[in-house]
């Protein structure tokens, strides 16, 4: 099946820097989303891509659908502790037989001490 | 807020007993989704259905059945629980069978 390779796993960020985080997978997607999900909370949707090439933002956050469709990033800019938190990638791929939707592993953002 | 909701948001129960978690999914939306996240790991699909009918089944245990009402909730139905299954039950939602939004989950402890 598909798999989705997310990198970093976890990383720690300190105040005011710019962070970045990728997903690649061997498939490609029709769709490529990202989500963020805080301790014992459900994911929440921080941005969609519809279309190869697609770079997207929402506030500090910028996200791209790779040209060749198999791999997104997502930066943060000017991080702030709030940020802290799992942010996984997504892939959908449209199927007839029910759209299917693969997550990465998930990249883990941590506040440096 | 997703519009997605859950109930109950924490469940407690014993080992070998059943439970049933409950799913509304935003207004309009016809395709509900089910994932298990067992501690620190990613989102497990389990199942999907679409407009009261099975669309997709993920790694779901034959424990585990699910079902899509004519009012477009769902529940899913949690049997001879083991210790094992303890675990964040997620239930999302789409339109369209694209972007999915996520409920704020059923956190389910076995004891």
């Known amino acids: 099946g598909q798999q989705l390779n997310q990198s970093p796993q976890s990383m720690f960020i300190q105040e005011g820097e710019d962070v970045s985080m990728n997903c690649t997978s061997s498939?490609?997607?029709?769709?490529w989303l990202w989500y963020k999900q805080d301790p014992g909370e459900g994911p929440v949707l921080l941005i969609a891509l519809y279309k190869a090439g697609e770079l997207t933002s929402n506030g500090r956050l910028t996200a791209q659908f790779g040209i060749t469709r198999k791999d997104s990033f997502l930066n943060i800019s000017a991080s702030i502790p709030s940020d802290v938190g799992i942010y996984f990638c997504a892939g959908l791929l449209f199927k007839a037989a029910g759209n299917k939707l693969t997550f990465g592993g998930g990249t883990r953002v941590l506040v440096k001490p | 807020d997703s519009g997605v909701t859950q109930t109950p948001k924490h469940l407690i129960t014993a080992t070998g007993q059943r439970v049933t978690l409950r799913c509304s999914p935003r207004?309009?939306?016809?395709?509900v989704y089910w994932y298990q996240q067992s501690l620190d790991q990613g989102l497990q699909f389990l199942i999907q259905y679409y407009n009261g009918e099975e669309r997709a089944k993920g790694n779901i245990l034959e424990r585990f059945s699910a079902q899509q009402f004519p009012d477009l909730h769902s529940e899913l139905n949690l049997s001879s629980l083991e210790l094992g299954d303890s675990a964040l039950y997620f239930c999302a939602s789409s339109s369209r069978g694209d972007t999915q939004y996520f409920g704020p989950g059923t956190r389910l402890t076995v004891l």
């Open positions: 498939s490609i997607f029709n769709t």
């Open positions: 207004s309009g939306d016809l395709s």
